[in-house]
């Protein structure tokens, strides 16, 4: 399978080493929107073009791999790849996955093609895991925790307040709400019982950090509805503590069983990730490889990792799947 990045930022940089561990996937381009000269790819030999010549490569591509974000790029570039390409990417905006699923499968249907959106850990394996808790325990409640873990787009929030060099945000899960859902009570959580919010800040010299620190924690949509913790370090710190991305989170659906409801059950599903991107991306070439087997069937439009059968993700064939891992 001959896959190509549209890209190059963290998540790609991650495709582009996981396809060192999928020995039937070959990276055959690398499309940016940037200068191509000012690329330096980790893989020798793989040519790196411009966003603008991508339709004269389409013969050669069997999926294309979509790293943009999903604030402003994914909502455009999803459907308008999917006219000439086989494409997935890992739109993550909750609210907005309908709509983002509606373009998206006109573009494909319309043009014969096989596309994946909102594939990662989540949306997408955790999605995965809410379906089935829901599907086994009927009646019950869900729970999802992410972290302890960098949240890229509130750290690029707090980066563009004024005076702000640079910022991480750690999204933090609280261990008493943890602790009652383990323990099968079903509570009732607000956003603020459920997670905190920690942030590391290099300000500028001379700025007035109380004026940051209240800019962070009133920040509408972003830290407003959270208790969140502000550190003022210094370039040094933040380069020798704060370079990395890790991530994850936790799973629960909470229910009963039984004539009288007597019986309680809790399903946990955790994921715990030294790099976001990384792991992000793996998920992505495994699914990458169940659209390209499923367009090869004649199925074309968009799917979700619901439509998935596990199978599709694995490079084994059926009965060794089921002599090794039934």
Known sequence: MNIAILGYGNLARGVESAVRQNDDIELKYVFTRRDPSGIKLLTEGVPVIGADDILRYRDDIDVLVLCGGSATDLPHMTPEYAKDFNVIDSFDTHAKI???????????????????????????????????????????????????????????????????????????????????????????????????????????????????????KTMPNYFDEYDTTVHFITQEEFDRDHSEIPHGGFVFRSGVTGFSKEHSHVIEYSLKLDSNPEFTASVLLAYARAVYTLNLQGEIGCKTVFDIAPKYLIPMPDDEIRAHLL
């Not at 699923?101 to 573009?107: C, G, T, Y």
């Open 98 to 216: 309908p709509e983002h699923f509606a373009k998206v499968d006109s573009a494909a249907r319309g043009s014969g093609h096989t596309a994946l959106i909102s594939c990662g850990w989540d949306p997408g394996m955790f999605s995965v895991m809410r379906l089935l808790g829901n599907a086994i325990l009927p009646e019950g409640s869900d729970y999802t925790f992410w972290g302890k873990g960098v949240s890229q787009g509130h750290s690029d929030a707090v980066r563009r307040i004024d005076k702000v060099k640079d910022a991480k945000q750690y999204t933090i899960p609280v261990d008493d709400a943890l602790k009652r859902v383990r323990a099968g009570e079903n509570p009732t959580l607000t956003t603020r019982q459920k997670h905190t919010r920690e942030c590391f800040v290099v300000a500028e010299e001379g700025a007035d950090t109380a004026a940051i620190e209240k800019a962070v």
